[in-house]
């Protein structure tokens, strides 16, 4: 989904550190939170070295109006030792908030749609980890991963921040997915077999959650460092307002917003309800085998168009 995988080459670890430090120095001393990201796992050592991640920390550290830093990382890479390591760094003034993703609490929908390679049980460890050293978790949970249905992306969000409230992570982030070319969502997206979630379905998760996981949600997935063909929207009449407001509650924590957002009578709601309503689908696993089958068809039939193409320019020379 979020094709931060396609970087090839290496980055030596000085010309990291001096990204980290050129930009810790455009933050202004009025900024005292960051969140700073690698676009993978933090703790990593593949990614990011050991030497240069203490070397950017030491970067932050000495910033003294930096109060709270907030990484990524994969649950599998989370260490005892590596988050102890980066708190001492960072030292008593800064706290450490390390976000990972979860994407869904169903095993079925985190490792085999979503292809995440984590267990629950990985997860539940990573948290506890971060806890009993003193930073804190956050876990991130991905709306509308591929194949699922509206109605089944709204039941298996609730379930999966229902999970994370239970967990007592200090945030919860719904990231709304977006399409990216050269990923899996963007060819199902190009094939007519997947479209962003209703921004309708974000607001009723947000509002059905109990209210503890509402007071740790942040909502996100409309704004991209990285060029996106499609995002979560309902109709061009109200998606803007309907961001807008999703963003100032992310902003603010302010429950208002998403009740405003919520009362916004527009024509597109009852074409939303028209959808949820849908079930006459196949079971999930069916649906997963005739996208990816269509998919292969269309290489296939692109292949051979290519080579028809090729032998035809050989023929006429």
């Known amino acids: ?28 001393e009025g900024e005292t939170e960051i969140n700073l990201s690698c676009l993978g796992s933090f703790f990593d050592d593949r990614e990011v070295s050991p030497k240069a991640r203490r070397e950017i920390l030491g970067e932050i550290a000495k910033r003294e109006h930096i109060q709270l ?75 509308k991963p591929p194949f699922l249905t509206e109605a089944e992306t709204i039941s298996d969000a609730i379930a999966t921040i229902t999970y994370l409230d239970s967990l007592q992570v200090r945030r919860i982030v719904l990231m709304v997915a977006n399409v990216k070319h050269g990923t899996l969502l963007g060819e199902l997206y190009d094939h007519d077999f997947y479209r962003p979630p209703w921004l309708w379905s974000v607001l009723k998760t947000a509002m059905d959650i109990p209210r503890s996981a509402r007071d740790r949600l942040l909502i996100y997935g409309f704004r991209c460092g990285l060029p996106m063909t499609a995002t979560g929207h309902n109709c061009p009449k109200c998606s803007q307002t309907i961001i807008e407001l999703l963003e100032q509650f992310s902003g603010t924590g302010n429950h208002e917003h998403l009740y405003t957002a919520s009362h916004i009578d527009c024509p597109c709601k009852t074409q939303w309800r028209v959808e949820l309503d849908t079930d006459d689908l196949p079971p999930l696993p069916t649906r997963i085998l005739t996208s990816l089958d269509c998919i292969e068809a269309g290489y296939e039939r692109l292949s051979l168009r290519i080579s028809d193409d090729l032998s035809a320019q050989m023929d006429a020379r």
């Open 1 to 28: 989904m979020c094709d931060y995988g396609g970087f090839e080459g290496d980055i030596s670890e000085d010309i990291l550190v001096r990204q980290a430090a050129d930009l810790l120095d455009q933050w202004g």
């Open 69 to 143: 830093l907030g990484v990524e990382s994969r649950a599998n890479d989370v260490s005892e030792a590596k988050v102890r390591e980066a708190l001492s760094i960072l030292g008593i003034g800064c706290c450490l908030e390390v976000g990972m993703g979860l994407e869904s609490v169903n095993d079925f929908v985190r490792n085999v749609c979503v292809n995440k390679g984590l267990p629950l049980r990985r997860f539940e460890r990573a948290v506890e980890t971060i806890g009993k050293c003193g930073a804190h978790a956050v876990g991130h949970v991905l709306f």
